[in-house]
């Protein structure tokens, strides 16, 4: 798409949103212009190419498609069968794996249609036999009992939340932690890593059914040859949710042991974040686990979404071109130089470093909550999220880190010098912030003192860094 196509595209979509409700419009203008003027170091949040964006701007939006390729429950599909088609392939030989279901619309549909789908297989269930084959109203009333019973009994065995986990993993407020009796295993105290041997341990007296690798903040590589050997051993099926690494996967960063899909049973993933795609959900497995998880609409999911289908489409077809491999090489090269950067300033970092995408910092050692780092750094133009970090003591909602990732900075083109840049800022903010207080006096975690002028200065000096490398520079609204 030539620069000129790409302006004309999204001003023409504005002047016809503009032209219903202009409020939207304008938030959506607002938007871009505050993506373009912050460093955004979110791990979980990327850029996704105008192709991409464009994609989900169609008539695909208009359409029903509960079913299948080629099995639809309503008429008309051909197309949408076209473009999931296209996606499902692209996933496939991008991952190497033998089925692809991109349906789901988040990483938490793609975790509830494996996490359903290995019920059902794995379940041995009369009442479960009879409702696959669509035998539900042959079942009585004590089957339904049973099978409620049965079915919310299973054992899950998944890697705890203040560890780096995710709450899909069976936090007990989502809804994996309501389906499953389950169990966590944690990370070494002493040097915030996985030990092998004691998730071994876990296992082999939990004996779960499934057993769950994966995370959302931990900086890390997980071997998958030793997970899954351990899966093996107690007999449970090994699924890994791979939502955040997913680009690292796909461009080859992550191979042999750190490769999820030849060791897994069954993969989740989202296709945003590392992947560089639309805002959606995955699922890969092998032909054992085919047909269940092809049966996520209507087991789970609600209509799919044609239109984010076409979007994943494309940005797995982009995934598949030679120079993604560089970039995923470089958002961890990113991610390296900007731990580095913090550590010679005096930072703590949850395991010392990082192998991936994300750095995990622990702003106790600042004196802050992560609450309070995550506001200051807001202050300054810097956009993080707030994280636990192991055996936090402020808990899930005030915690004691901030997580940073690099796959959005890295998709502008910012390289090892503005990681350790972005370092120095980072660390001016959070050594310049103090703790506030309370309407009562006593000390708050959310509260915070920053003087604005240094607020401003570190805000004009991430705008400075990021002016060589514009977002979206072929898009110009007017």
Not at 3 to 20: I, K, Q, W
Not at 260 to 272: C, G, K, R, W
Request: charged share 20%; hydrophobic share 40%; net charge negative.
């Amino acid at each position: 798409m030539s620069r000129n196509a790409e302006s004309t595209a999204f001003r023409s979509a504005l002047e016809v949103v503009r032209g219903v409700e202009p409020r939207v419009a304008d938030a959506i203008a607002a938007e871009l212009a505050d993506q373009r003027e912050s460093l955004k170091l979110i791990a979980s949040e990327n850029y996704a190419s105008p192709a991409t964006l464009l994609a989900m701007g169609n008539w695909f939006s208009d359409k029903y498609a509960e079913g299948t390729v080629g099995r639809r429950f309503y008429a008309g599909c051909q197309n949408v069968d076209t473009v999931e088609a296209l996606a499902a392939e692209h996933a496939r030989e991008l991952f190497g794996a033998s089925h692809a279901y991109v349906q789901p619309h988040s990483g938490i549909d793609a975790n509830l249609v494996a996490f359903w789908a290995i019920l059902a297989d794995r379940v041995e269930s009369p009442a479960l036999r009879k409702a696959q084959a669509r035998q539900v109203n042959d079942l009585t009333e004590a089957d339904w009992f049973a099978l409620r019973r049965e079915l919310g009994n299973q054992r899950m065995l998944g890697m705890s939340l203040d560890a780096g986990g995710h709450l899909t993993h069976g936090f007990r407020p989502n809804i994996s932690g309501k389906m499953f009796d389950q169990r966590s295993y944690g990370t070494d105290p002493a040097t915030g890593l996985i030990d092998y041997d004691r998730v071994a341990e876990a296992a082999r007296e939990f004996k779960p059914l499934i057993l769950v690798a994966g995370y959302s903040a931990y900086p890390r590589k997980v071997n998958f040859r030793i997970m899954r050997e351990i899966a093996d051993s107690v007999g449970a099926t090994f699924m890994v949710d791979m939502a955040h690494f997913a680009g690292l996967v796909a461009g080859k960063v992550f191979t042999g042991d750190f490769d999820p899909v030849p060791h897994a049973h069954i993969v989740t993933t989202t296709t945003h974040k590392s992947l560089r795609g639309p805002r959606g959900g995955m699922v890969l497995c092998g032909p054992e686990l085919a047909d269940q998880v092809d049966r996520g609409c209507p087991m789970v999911l609600g209509g799919p979404l044609p239109h984010v289908m076409a979007a994943k489409a494309v940005a797995l077809a982009e995934a598949r071109r030679p120079d993604f491999a560089g970039y995923a090489q470089r958002i961890v090269d990113n991610a390296q130089a900007l731990a580095d950067g913090l550590l010679r300033r005096g930072a703590t970092l949850v395991t010392g470093g990082t192998d991936n995408h994300l750095v995990l910092i622990d702003v106790s050692g600042y004196g802050l909550t992560g609450r309070q780092a995550e506001q200051a750094l807001l202050d300054s133009g810097i956009v993080t999220n707030r994280n636990s970090v192991p055996q936090d003591p402020n808990g899930a909602w005030y915690t004691s880190g901030i997580r940073i990732g690099t796959p959005a900075l890295t998709t502008r083109g910012l390289g090892a010098a503005e990681m350790d840049a972005t370092a120095e800022l980072i660390h001016t903010v959070l050594s310049q912030t103090t703790p506030g207080t309370g309407p009562d006096g006593a000390p708050s975690k959310a509260k915070y003192v920053l003087d604005p002028a240094v607020a401003e200065s570190v805000g004009k000096q991430a705008a400075d860094l990021l002016t060589p490398f514009p977002l979206y520079p072929a898009v110009d609204l007017g």
